[in-house]
Each structure stands twice: as C-alpha cells, then as structure tokens.
C-alpha cells in the first residue's frame, strides 16, 4: 500500500522541541518533493517547509525560518521536520504530503499523497 505516515508529534512547552517524521511506505523517495504543512483551529491549512529529495533544496514559511529544519534519510524513506524554539502559534495538526518531481511548492493541489496528520501542541 502505497502510504505517508507521519509521527512525533504531541505537548510541549513554549520553547521546546519535536521532531516529526513522515515515512513512506509503496513508493521510494526518489525525484519527489515532501512538504509539510499545518492547520491550525478555525484557519486554513498551511504550508510550512517543502524538501526536494533528489538535490536537498528547500522551502520554508516565513514564521519558522530559522526555528526548524527538514531533512531526509534516504535509507529509511523519511523526511524529518526538527522544531525547535515552538511557540503557541505553531500548535496545528502537521501532515505530509508527496508530489513528483523536483518543484518545491506549497500549492496543495500538485500535492497527490497525504499522511494521517500528527497534532502538535504548544502550552504557554
């Protein structure tokens, strides 16, 4: 079955960390790019960091440049997203998403595979 299955998240404080992970199952990572996004209570989904596994180039939301990092590991067919420095506006459910090819957006549409998404909360 061909599948995006993220993990990692869950509580913390502001100014914490998580690491989330986003593995793929039925596909090899080869020529894709893998974004990560948010949707935050009453408000539309967002994109926050998107990674091209061929050449490692990637593409970030404003808020969390500097803050967090992505990251692939070809042997294990997951791209990480480390967060660091959270703060309560990063609470949201975070999904993975897959799309063919090297472009690095955040349009939801080319994006055809999804993960489960994984709820990370930020207490003040």
């Known amino acids: 079955e061909v599948q995006l299955v993220e993990s990692g998240g869950g509580l913390v404080q502001t100014g914490g960390s998580l690491r989330l992970s986003c593995t793929a199952s039925g596909f090899i990572f080869d020529d894709y790019a893998i974004g990560w996004f948010r949707q935050a209570p009453g408000k539309e989904r967002e994109g926050v960091s998107c990674?091209?596994?061929?050449?490692?180039?990637?593409f970030w939301l404003d808020s969390v440049k500097g803050r967090f990092t992505i990251f692939s590991d070809d042997a294990k067919n997951t791209v990480y997203l480390q967060m660091n420095s959270l703060k309560p506006e990063d609470t949201a459910v975070y999904y993975c998403?897959?799309?063919?090819?090297?472009?690095?957006?955040?349009?939801?549409?080319?994006?055809?595979?999804w993960g489960q998404g994984t709820q990370v909360t930020v207490s003040s």
């Open positions: 990674i091209s596994t061929s050449d490692g180039s990637t």
């Open positions: 998403a897959a799309k063919r090819g090297n472009e690095l957006t955040f349009i939801e549409g080319d994006f055809g595979l």
